[in-house]
């Protein structure tokens, strides 16, 4: 049964840093392309970054580029989201999940979130 | 970056109805496009992939079509557990979601 259970969050100061991880299992993670996408409460979904299977490509939206950084460790079947200057309008549950290796089927399983709150 | 415009943005309808929502791309996207069904609490469930094909485990009431820029996803008749909220996204890099369409019970 494929998993992926994301944890790191909780409650940090403007300013800030947070480490997200999502330990994936069930499948072979490293054929896989991985995603980052969170929810402001009450809003709608943004995509916030990719990687690719051997991380050879990576992608992150503008609102994150230059703060953000999206790395995996395929032989810990791990996914990471290195946050640093966080504000507030990152505060969001943020979700793993997987796509395809090319990243033009969609996201077809998703961890339960993690919930970041940025605030002093 | 391209944009998606989903409508309608809100939606009262009976069990038994015929959904259709509408999500247009700011430019042409072919048919890299996903939709997602979303429960309060829950994490988005894959419903379509590549604008018209069912996710395994989906129910045939769900459909997709379009290309190009505009693109459906139809519900045939609407089940109590279809109401939801459902987003369209592209699969261009920089990936995008649309705002989400809340299917209500009437």
């Known amino acids: 049964e494929v998993q992926l259970v994301e944890s790191g969050g909780g409650l940090v100061k403007p300013g800030g840093s947070l480490r997200l991880s999502c330990a994936a299992s069930g499948f072979t993670f490293s054929s896989y392309s991985m995603n980052w996408v969170r929810q402001a409460p009450g809003k709608g979904l943004e995509w916030v970054s990719s990687?690719?299977?051997?991380?050879?490509?990576?992608y992150y939206a503008d609102s994150v580029k230059g703060r953000f950084t999206i790395s995996r460790d395929n032989a810990k079947n791990s996914l990471y989201l290195q946050m640093n200057s966080l504000r507030a309008e990152d505060t969001a549950v943020y979700y793993c999940?997987?796509?395809?290796?090319?990243?033009?089927?969609?996201?077809?399983?998703w961890g339960q979130g993690t919930l970041v709150t940025v605030s002093s | 970056d391209i944009q998606l415009t989903q409508s309608p943005s809100f939606l009262s309808a009976s069990v038994g109805d015929r959904v259709t929502i509408t999500c247009r791309a700011s430019?042409?996207?072919?048919?890299?496009l996903a939709w997602y069904q979303q429960k309060p609490g829950k994490a988005p469930k894959l419903l379509i992939y590549?604008?018209?094909t069912l996710q395994s485990g989906v129910p045939s009431r769900f459909s997709g079509s379009g290309s190009g820029t505009e693109f459906t996803l139809t519900i045939s008749s609407l089940q109590p557990e279809d109401f939801a909220t459902y987003y369209c996204q592209q699969l261009n890099r920089p990936l995008t979601f649309g705002g989400g369409t809340k299917v209500e019970i009437k």
């Open positions: 430019q042409g996207i072919s048919s890299y």
């Open positions: 990687i690719s299977s051997s991380s050879s490509y990576i």
């Open positions: 999940a997987r796509s395809d290796t090319a990243m033009v089927t969609g996201a077809d399983y």
């Open positions: 590549a604008a018209s």
